[in-house]
């Protein structure tokens, strides 16, 4: 569903560890078919759920300060691991309030799953993060929550080919132990797992639910520019918007991930940032 489209071009900076943050790219683009994206895959640095908080904390800054430096009128951090290490960060050093941050949908889960007992897949950094916590104490208190921190399978979602032998080995992995919990609904806690979700659900079986927050969070991104309103009218306005994107990791494997998964124009560069 489109919602009513703004008539300037706002331009709307989002980041992830890599490839994962195009699962939310790919929403915000059909929610704001007229917004100026610009995208940082940081897959030099990926993945962020396997290293300490500092470090996704200090990579989130980086990446924030090149995409307001490019003239980002808004920031999407679409990323699990990067919200809960750094959104706090972020909102200190950009205190005007315009930064969406993504996590794990529990709150969805609560309302969907008839057993309670809900997997949540995720990477190790989000699953054991204070944010975590408290979304879970807010939300999920009634249920079972299965937490199931998918060590391996965003770094081998990166690599750039979703059907390998190594992607489909980590899911069945990490599903297995989510079958033996018998849980009715599955969290997918991580940007990167919406491209997989195809083998997770076969994994899980057809009557297992998946929860994929990437088209709340491009509402919420779109109500936040609509609240930018006048302000942003009076920035650039272009006819045919682009998508630009940068990575820290190769090109060509982003470049040939965006033609298979995305369906708009887009421009490719490394950033050495
Ligand atoms: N895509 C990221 C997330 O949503 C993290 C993947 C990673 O780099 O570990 O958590």
């Not at 309030?97 to 889960?109: D, F, H, N, Q, Y």
């Not at 006819?239 to 421009?267: K, M």
């Amino acid at each position: 569903m489109t919602t009513s489209a703004p008539s300037f071009s706002p331009r709307i900076g989002v980041f992830d560890s890599g490839l994962g943050g195009l699962s939310v790219l790919r929403s915000i683009r059909q929610q704001l078919p007229a917004a100026q994206l610009l995208y940082v895959a940081d897959s030099g640095h990926a993945p962020y759920g396997e290293r300490g908080d500092d470090y996704v904390c200090a990579r989130s800054l980086a990446i924030a300060d090149f995409l307001y430096g490019q003239g980002a009128q808004l920031l999407v951090i679409a990323c699990n691991t990067a919200t809960a290490a750094a959104a706090a960060a972020l909102r200190t050093r950009y205190p005007d309030g315009r930064i969406v941050g993504v996590e794990p949908g529990l709150k969805p889960a609560a309302v969907l799953s008839r057993s309670g007992r809900v997997g949540v897949m995720a990477t190790n950094g989000t699953l054991r993060s204070e944010r975590f916590r408290l979304l879970a104490q807010t939300h999920a208190t009634h249920l079972d929550l299965r937490l199931q921190a998918c060590t391996g399978l965003a770094a081998a979602i990166e690599a750039g080919e979703t059907d390998a032998p190594a992607v489909r080995e980590r899911v069945e992995t990490h599903c297995a132990e989510l079958r033996a919990q018998n849980v009715d609904t599955v969290v997918l806690g991580c940007t990167h797992y919406p491209f997989v979700a195809h083998h997770i659900q076969a994994a899980m079986g057809a009557e297992v639910r998946l929860i994929d927050t990437s088209d709340a969070v491009a509402r919420r991104t779109a109500s936040l520019v609509g609240a930018l309103g006048a302000e942003a009218a009076e920035g650039p306005s272009t006819v045919a918007p682009l998508a630009q994107l940068w990575t820290t990791g190769d090109v060509a494997t982003l470049r040939g991930f965006v033609q298979r998964w995305l369906d708009f124009p887009c421009t490719f560069e490394a950033w050495a940032g």
